[in-house]
């Protein structure tokens, strides 16, 4: 499996900024993700990294507030913009490869409180 | 869509014993994969275990085991011999075969009593 990290680990921001979290990995995989888990609750899927090409995003995310890049193979970014308390979450990257058999594999995650 | 369900928002088990989660799922599709993974306390998402749907044979990983019916859309993990480095938030997960997207279940907190 990937070895998987993300910056920062933690932060404390304030309403209306802007955050960026990178997710770096030590090896080439074609698809990346980002998810948001809110205080107590699952994992959701907000948009998957294209290298290359714009995210996808899902239902109920949308790029102004969630843009994300994709330089290159091992590196994404996803910046949380104009946040409100609602933002705090949990977001985690994760990644896979080619082969519809692989595995996503998660990095350790960015724990985020807006005040 | 697809849904994923655990019905187990928490379960206990005693050091050295056995406990079962439980998981059920909803699709059309005849072909794709299952997973569990466990979430401790530090927020790391840790793949347990995979079954994929078109194997008969459930999936083992020493002490982890999965119960896969795929007439009853059920996945449930049995964890033998429980551990306290076992405790931790467990979530199901499906993907479909041709599509990348996992969805979880709502995820059990399992706790394991000294």
């Known amino acids: 499996s990937a070895v998987i990290s993300q910056k920062p680990s933690r932060d404390i921001c304030q309403r209306g900024t802007s955050l960026t979290i990178q997710c770096q990995v030590d090896?080439?995989?074609?698809?990346m993700f980002w998810y948001r888990q809110q205080p107590g609750q699952s994992l959701t899927l907000i948009a998957t990294?294209?290298?290359?090409?714009?995210?996808?995003?899902e239902s109920g995310f949308v790029i102004d507030k969630f843009p994300i890049s994709r330089p290159n193979l091992t590196f994404s970014t996803l910046t949380v913009s104009n946040m409100s308390p609602e933002d705090s979450s949990i977001y985690l990257c994760?990644?896979?490869?080619?082969?519809?058999?692989?595995?996503?594999?998660f990095g350790p995650g960015t724990r985020l409180l807006v005040l | 869509a697809q849904t994923v369900t655990q019905s187990q928002p928490e379960m206990s088990v005693q050091e050295a014993e056995t406990v079962t989660l439980s998981c059920t799922y909803d699709t059309s599709e005849s072909d794709y994969y299952l997973f569990w993974y466990k979430q401790p306390p530090s927020r790391q998402m840790i793949l347990v275990i995979r079954?994929?749907?078109?194997?008969?044979q459930n999936a083992t990983e020493n002490r982890f085991s999965v119960n896969f019916q795929k007439a009853a859309k059920s996945f449930s993990l049995k964890i033998s011999d429980s551990q306290l480095g076992d405790a931790a938030m467990y979530f199901c997960a499906f993907r479909e075969t041709s599509g990348s997207r996992l969805t979880f279940g709502e995820g059990t907190q399992l706790t394991v009593n000294p």
């Open positions: 079954q994929e749907a078109y194997k008969q």
């Open positions: 990294a294209n290298q290359g090409s714009e995210a996808t995003y």
């Open positions: 090896s080439q995989v074609t698809m």
């Open positions: 994760s990644v896979a490869g080619a082969s519809y058999q692989e595995t996503q594999y």
